[in-house]
């Protein structure tokens, strides 16, 4: 993660999924022993690029393992 770590969930497999205040890296994911789970995202991060700045508050995961995550962002637009 670039910043702060606001959000964290433990999927039913024991990996850790982290979210925060990010600049590059959205999600970081964890295998239970605490290593960088290489099969997530590219190189276990993924990156959600929706806004210039975002925080995820929540990590949820659906019952078909799907993670659903919720938080606050804004895009860094001039209008000229």
Request: no cysteine; charged share 25%.
């Amino acid at each position: 993660l670039s910043s702060e770590a606001f959000a964290l969930a433990i999927d039913p497999q024991d990996r850790i999924l982290v979210g925060g205040k990010v600049n590059h890296d959205d999600l970081v994911r964890f295998n239970g022993d605490g290593a960088v789970d290489l099969t997530f995202g590219l190189r276990g991060h993924a990156s959600l690029s929706y806004f210039s700045d975002m925080t995820i508050r929540e990590i949820r995961f659906s019952a078909d393992g799907k993670v659903w995550i919720a938080g606050d962002g804004y895009d860094f637009q001039s209008e000229d």
